[in-house]
């Protein structure tokens, strides 16, 4: 069976969280690593906590020969990862095996749903990275979350839409296929991802 080549990386991956998912929405690259996937936003759904299970496409092909894996359930892959206190939602990125992972980093997009208008609005945020103890496992907390601001363009009208709104911060994580990356936010704070992709290396020109 074959898995997506390197190629595939640039297309669109899908993301489910408890079944239900929004359509993927597209973020332009805007640093030096190449956008491997489209961020996606997700429909939060009912009851416990909920998963956001990420399937992004990635670069390695399966011979024949290869052996099978048995697959581990989300609830395995969780089991040493606490709960979501009250008041937040654990979002959880699997990602699959890459035949580079270190030309890759996952790129953390925090944002929250609100009307505006003509104007961009946009807000800062922090997140920091925790250990779980006894076993050494990084997860992430988003920490704060600031008062959304925009520009002060005169609009047209004064219609307002309902849009994703993303923060200013966008942390490049570690790409790692044996851990599922785990992250805590507030109730009112939805999370993105994309993976990006590091480009050749080129010669720096020297000059006297």
Same mark, same amino acid.
């Given at each position: 069976?074959?898995r997506p080549s390197e190629s595939d990386l640039r297309r669109r991956g899908k993301v489910? @969280? ?42 390695? $092909? ?8 048995? #697959?581990? $359930?989300?609830? #395995? ?12 939602? @654990? ?28 104007? @961009? ?8 990275? @925790? $250990? ?10 988003? $920490? ?14 004064t219609a307002k839409t309902r849009q994703f709104v993303r923060s200013s911060d966008e ?18 704070? #939805? ?18």
């Amino acid at each position: 069976m074959n898995r997506p080549s390197e190629s595939d990386l640039r297309r669109r991956g899908k993301v489910r @969280r408890d079944r239900s998912a929004m359509p993927l929405a597209r973020e332009d690259a805007a640093m030096g690593f190449h956008s491997a996937s489209n961020s996606s936003n997700v429909r939060p759904a009912g009851g416990g906590h909920r998963l956001l299970l990420a399937l992004a496409l990635v670069g390695s $092909t399966l011979t024949a020969a290869s052996p099978v894996v048995a #697959q581990r $359930t989300p609830q #395995q892959e969780l089991a040493a990862f606490p709960r979501a206190p009250a008041g937040q939602t @654990r979002w959880v990125i699997f990602l699959p095996h890459a035949a580079d992972e270190n030309a890759l980093k996952v790129g953390v997009i925090i944002g929250r749903s609100m009307l505006v208008d003509c104007n @961009r609005a946009m807000f800062s945020s922090r997140m920091e990275a @925790r $250990t779980v103890k006894g076993w050494g496992y990084d997860y992430h907390v988003v $920490t704060s979350v600031g008062q959304p601001a925009s520009t002060l363009m005169a609009c047209p009208n004064t219609a307002k839409t309902r849009q994703f709104v993303r923060s200013s911060d966008e942390p490049l994580l570690r790409y790692n296929s044996r851990l599922p990356l785990v992250i805590f936010a507030p109730n009112d704070v #939805q999370v993105r991802y994309r993976i990006w992709k590091a480009g050749p290396e080129v010669m720096a020109r020297s000059q006297n």
